[in-house]
């Protein structure tokens, strides 16, 4: 069964919050619930699709789109009558907030304030079926999916994601702890392995140092 909203998951700045979905690109209705905002700045990747009658030899550009928009809605109406594969889109508000979306799998959202973010978390999982979430019982930086009752859990022994909040000591500590976390759960694995013949040790594994391992980097 088809769920709209996936999972959720609170950022560290305690403001921002991060929606799972299954199709972003098919969903981006879901932003006509900020039509009234006035947009400051965007960027938006799309790409050219003309479908069955585009030749198979014909590959258009990617390319950024220039054209200027007060509001959403008049956004969305525009892209709604192009054929446009839409690559990346980045939305700032007048009034502080942001969207961003991960391309189809996440919409993340920046408010400005933890009052603010609750209000528009709970907004959006109303629509999507859901009843009100108790909020302070969740932690910062672990996904929490939904049930079809509308039961929230995670992943058995989840731990904390690093996001863009993050100090850099922070995620040091955190490298430090997911590499221990792995060793446990090898060793857990396969118990006849004696821990001095593992090779090197997990915590020296250059992999996660990596910056395919999460992205630190703000997206604004």
């Not at 006509?32 to 790409?47: D, G, R, T």
């Not at 000591?169 to 694995?189: I, Q, T």
Request: glycine share 4%; with cysteine; hydrophobic share 35%.
């Amino acid at each position: 069964m088809h769920l709209l909203i996936r999972s959720i998951e609170l950022l560290s700045n305690q403001k921002s919050f991060v929606l799972g979905i299954n199709d972003t690109l098919s969903n981006l209705w879901m932003l006509l619930h900020f039509k009234e905002l006035k947009i400051k700045s965007k960027k938006i990747c799309y790409q050219v699709n003309t479908g069955v009658h585009q030749r198979k030899s014909t590959v258009h550009p990617k390319r950024w789109l220039k054209k200027h928009f007060e509001t959403t809605a008049g956004l969305l109406n525009y892209l709604c009558g192009k054929q446009y594969d839409i690559h990346h889109i980045e939305i700032e508000f007048t009034n502080g907030w942001k969207i961003k979306e991960h391309p189809h799998h996440q919409f993340l959202f920046y408010t400005s304030s933890t009052e603010e973010r609750d209000t528009l978390l709970n907004k959006l999982v109303f629509i999507s079926g859901f009843d009100p979430i108790d909020i302070p019982s969740i932690k910062q930086n672990i996904p929490y999916y939904f049930k079809a009752g509308g039961a929230l859990y995670t992943l058995e022994n989840a731990l904390p994601w690093p996001d863009e909040f993050w100090r850099k000591e922070e995620v040091d500590a955190w490298r430090k702890a997911y590499a221990e976390s792995e060793r446990r759960e090898y060793l857990k694995a396969n118990p006849e392995e004696a821990q001095e013949n593992l090779g090197e040790p997990f915590e020296n594994d250059t992999t996660l140092k990596s910056p395919n391992v999460f992205n630190d980097q703000s997206p604004f």
